[in-house]
């Protein structure tokens, strides 16, 4: 038998039977250590390194450089911020000779294949520490290239941020990369000081990270945007009164072309000509936004400003050197309501046109804000760190969300649902910017598997929670999300000559396969956009699926699934792993639940529950749990896959899907009791849940190199969702049983 913790630690051991209490702690828990913190701001260059499509910085320096001589060397730097140890696989591709450094350790030096090779990519596995983790590179020029590209593994999910080293630029995002020098001076000499200043090393830093004299002399429009007849910008700051009661505020300088200024969205000055001004407002204790307008002549732009209190930035932008943010050059025709201006999650039309779109962008040269996911991360072990998952969109926090929306539903307690909201909005209202940041920098900074949507793991399990979400509030913004990701699996998603969902990844270890996952990775979405919009397809998709993947996957002897169909050995892995097996029959009671009662595939997918719930309920080990393979009982029992089973064993019996109902009910019930004693504590943490999974065709991979991880994604919110169908289930029992009483 498989022990987490002793059972005196259990939250069984503290609540005994109260499933609502129980719920509490489990939400509670994960809320509290997943405050929602979303986004961080960031100062970013537009000169410096982008990255492309698959995640890479496009370190090219002969493109960068292209009067540098053979035999000149240059440098790129970066630091990485690990909340705790992260094992990564980070890419090298090179374009020339390199050297890499990894936290001040020579690490790695390519080989003439690598250099010349085309695409050659060179994999290292690095464990980052908790902390500042340094990355410096050595390029030398040769007639065959310059430089490099670098990035992580699977970049959409395991995020690499850079930050830019010295004191001068802290904070700043990205590379910093030197011009060209002979020789190369840091043979045989330690690298530079990442914490320390730029100018230390007798090296010219790149890009750019003040104005030259003659650019600082002029207005701020003017040097951000240069002459632009016809054209206005925004700036926009937050005025301080630190007093702790009315302030007036003095407002005064010189325009030297048209200005319009409001405070808190009333307009107190506009001038149509160039004047000198000065206006006095009354600000009460606290922030205040300042918003100016500022319109382009022909030969002038620009204004300065002072006042009487101090400003600051309207959200926090690490790297910024000043207290204003700028928007623009737009069209004079284009009108923007002031409630839009004071607003970071939104972009702006450039034109009448509606065509190219702008956003807010730093006094210093060619440098805008933008938002950076830097919450949890995940490592090559599938493990986050110890930062909030808050904001992220990946397909774990799909069941989580929805697992907090039932339990706050069940408890009614609106802070749960709310909560679970604010995470999906946190993605949903930044969705066109994250579009808009792929276009502009090549490899978006938030919402990256979303935006760049290949597989169903990207959008089907977190969607199918937004639109749970929509029944809380029904924001457009997620419809506009869903009818994307509809249109990605309904029309666009790779499928077999049956019609049957599979992966292609070219050129992976999942090429040419179908997985047992992916039924959760899709039906329950195609169910809940069939409700929300009326379009029957998605439905009549969802319960196709099924009896494909059924073809595929089911072994009927034991009445399970295979984790895996491997398309290139033409069969299955004959595998039954637990969560695998759990995603599908969870999905199932979604599909049924959705189902009309005269349509065509009911009669068969009912007839596959059953199936499928007496192949499982014969594995049940006598804790309560299953084993993480299901048909092997020398493997761990794993939580995940048991809650998965509870609830749609529970559900099974609710709807009347199942023919032996008294059976379900009991082993819903122990399911339930076996994971208050030995996978849940009494402090709400959940344990036994399996990392995120590959596929073999040996058993020895899931019992042995799967190893469980505590408060994993994939296991917290199937939990919640386990312990509510388990209460819903109970009340029924109740009911039922007064009923037949009378």
């Known amino acids: 038998m498989t022990i987490y913790f002793h059972e005196q630690e259990s939250i ?112 290292l596995n690095k464990d980052f520490v908790k902390g500042w983790n340094r990355l410096f590179i050595k390029a030398k020029h040769t007639a065959a290239g310059f430089g490099c590209r670098f990035g992580s593994d699977e970049a959409k999910v395991r995020i690499l941020n850079v930050l830019a080293p010295f004191t001068e630029r802290q904070g700043q995002a990205g590379w910093v990369f030197s011009e060209p020098v002979d020789h190369d001076i840091f043979e045989g000499r330690s690298l530079p000081d990442a914490m320390s200043s730029e100018t230390n090393n007798g090296l010219r830093w790149l890009p750019n990270l003040a104005w030259n004299e003659i650019e600082a002399m002029k207005p701020a ?20 009164n630190v007093r702790g009661s009315e302030e007036s505020c003095r407002i005064q300088g010189h325009a030297a072309s048209p200005l319009t200024v409001w405070v808190d969205g009333k307009q107190i000055l506009e001038l149509t000509d160039a004047n000198n001004f000065q206006v006095e407002v009354p600000l009460t204790y606290g922030y205040h936004d300042l918003v100016i307008r500022s319109a382009s002549n022909e030969n002038e732009w620009g204004y300065s400003l002072q006042t009487s209190v101090a400003c600051s930035l309207p959200t926090q932008v690490h ?34 046109d509606a065509g190219d779109m702008t956003y807010w962008r730093l ?58 909201l604010e995470h999906v909005q946190s993605c949903t209202d930044l969705f066109a910017y994250s579009l808009w940041d792929r276009e502009q920098y090549g490899f978006p900074a938030i919402n990256q598997q979303l935006v760049m949507m290949k597989m169903l793991d990207n959008c089907g399990s977190f969607g199918s929670a937004m639109l749970e979400a929509y029944q809380e509030q029904q924001d457009q913004g997620f419809m506009d999300i869903a009818d994307r990701i509809a249109d990605f699996i309904l029309h666009r998603l790779e499928r077999k000559e049956d019609g049957a969902f599979y992966r292609i990844c070219a050129d992976e270890y999942a090429e040419n396969t179908m997985w047992a996952d992916d039924l959760y990775m899709s039906t329950p979405f195609l169910c809940r956009y069939a409700r929300i919009t009326g379009k029957e397809e998605a439905l009549d998709e969802a319960a196709k699926q099924f009896l494909l993947f059924r073809k595929y996957l089911y072994m009927p002897e034991e009445r399970v699934m295979s984790h895996v169909f491997d398309f290139k050995f033409g069969m299955p892995t004959g595998i039954p792993w637990g969560r695998g097996n759990g995603w599908t029959l969870f999905s199932l009671t979604e599909v049924l639940e959705a189902l009309p009662a005269a349509h065509k595939d009911r ?140």
């Open 221 to 240: 429009c003017e040097r951000i945007f240069g002459i632009q007849p016809g054209k206005q910008a925004y700036a926009w700051t937050k005025l301080h």
């Open 603 to 742: 009669s068969a997918l009912i007839g596959f529950f059953n199936d499928l719930c007496g192949g499982y309920a014969d594995l049940q080990a006598d804790s309560g749990l299953w084993h993480q393979v299901l048909n092997d009982s020398d493997a761990y029992e794993e939580a995940s896959c048991t809650a998965m089973f509870a609830y749609a064993f529970a559900r099974g019996v609710r709807f009347g899907w199942l023919q032996e109902p008294q059976r379900y009910i009991d082993a819903a019930l122990k399911a339930w009791s076996g994971l208050t004693r030995k996978a849940i504590d009494a402090q709400g943490n959940v344990h036994g849940v399996c990392s995120g999974s590959r596929y073999a065709f040996t058993a020895d991979y899931y019992k042995k190199d799967l190893l469980t991880v505590k408060n994993d994604n994939h296991g917290v919110g199937i939990m919640m969702l386990a312990g509510s169908e388990v209460v819903k289930l109970k009340r029924w029992l109740t009911a039922v049983s007064v009923e037949s009483a009378k």
């Open 12 to 123: 069984h051991t503290r609540l005994g039977n109260d499933d609502t209490r129980t719920l509490k702690v489990l939400a509670d828990r994960y809320i509290g250590a997943n405050p929602p913190v979303p986004f961080a701001f960031r100062a970013w260059s537009r000169a410096g390194m982008m990255q492309n499509e698959k995640g890479m910085f496009d370190l090219d320096l002969a493109r960068r450089f292209p009067e540098a001589r053979t035999g000149q060397f240059s440098y790129a730097y970066a630091l990485v911020w690990s909340d705790n140890e992260r094992n990564l696989d980070v890419l090298l591709q090179c374009l020339g000779p390199i050297q890499f450094y990894f936290n001040d350790e020579w690490t790695y030096r390519s080989t003439v294949i690598d250099e010349i090779k085309p695409d050659a990519t060179v994999k």
């Open 319 to 352: 790297g910024s050197s000043g207290p204003w943010l700028y928007m623009g050059p737009i069209a004079a025709e284009v009108y923007i309501p002031y409630e839009d201006l004071v607003r970071t999650d939104r972009l702006y039309q450039v034109d009448s």
């Open 363 to 420: 006094d210093q040269p060619d440098t805008w804000i933008r938002p950076y996911y830097e919450n949890a991360m995940l490592s090559n072990k599938w493990t986050v760190g110890n930062v909030t998952n808050y904001a992220r969109w990946d397909y774990p926090l799909g069941v989580t969300i929805y697992g907090l929306l039932q339990t706050g539903r069940l408890l009614d307690r609106s802070d749960i649902t709310r909560y679970a």
